[in-house]
């Protein structure tokens, strides 16, 4: 885990373009969740309609919902895009909490929208996070959030509880922004 000025989020971008991954479970946010790691699921509807999907998907895949979740965040690509590396800083102001992530799939389907990124070195968790905007059958709009995580280091497992809460203060923030994006906030 790293501290980090908040106003050098770009150079440090560079720093983690080329890094691996910290898991080997590459992708498994699709799919099965694999054991050893804490799991969250988080589904809210978001409305219903092609216009709600629309707006949704638009702010998660254009990284609005990080930033409007009072991220400070950076990118090597405007939209979410397969291996795009993005650092990210929580905290209060101008320092906070360095998290490096790699984009590892895209979703892209006409009612289906959606990513997931996985952890780099420095991040505070070891593991992997999907964020998708759908549409089912009966119209209904969905914002779901699968991670699967576990700390990284001592300091992160010395936060137990408080780890865990701030990973949920993040999803709850992240769905209120994508509620805001389609229309559905409730103040």
């Known amino acids: 885990m790293r501290l980090i000025v908040a106003g050098r989020l770009e150079r440090e971008v560079a720093r983690y373009r080329e890094a691996?991954?910290?898991?080997?479970?590459?992708?498994?946010?699709?799919?099965?969740?694999?054991?050893?790691?804490?799991?969250?699921?988080?589904?809210?509807?978001?409305?219903?309609?092609?216009?709600?999907?629309?707006a949704a998907a638009a702010a998660v895949m254009s990284w609005r919902m990080h930033r409007h979740a009072v991220l400070r965040l950076v990118a090597t690509t405007s939209e979410v895009d397969v291996g795009a590396t993005v650092v990210m800083c929580a905290g209060w102001g101008r320092v906070g909490v360095l998290a490096a992530c790699r984009v590892v799939w895209v979703l892209d389907e006409a009612d289906r929208h959606g990513f997931a990124y996985g952890t780099l070195p420095d991040h505070p968790e070891v593991g992997e996070e999907a964020f998708v905007v759908e549409r089912d059958a009966d119209d209904a709009v969905w914002l779901g959030i699968t991670a699967f995580s576990r700390p990284n280091g001592l300091l992160p497992l010395m936060a137990g509880p408080a780890g865990r809460r701030a990973q949920e203060m993040m999803t709850v923030r992240y769905a209120r922004v994508v509620q805001d994006a389609a229309g559905l906030s409730e103040g």
Do not use: I
């Open 20 to 54: 691996e991954l910290t898991y080997p479970e590459r992708g498994a946010t699709a799919g099965s969740l694999p054991a050893g790691y804490r799991h969250l699921r988080r589904r809210v509807l978001l409305g219903h309609g092609r216009p709600v999907l629309d």
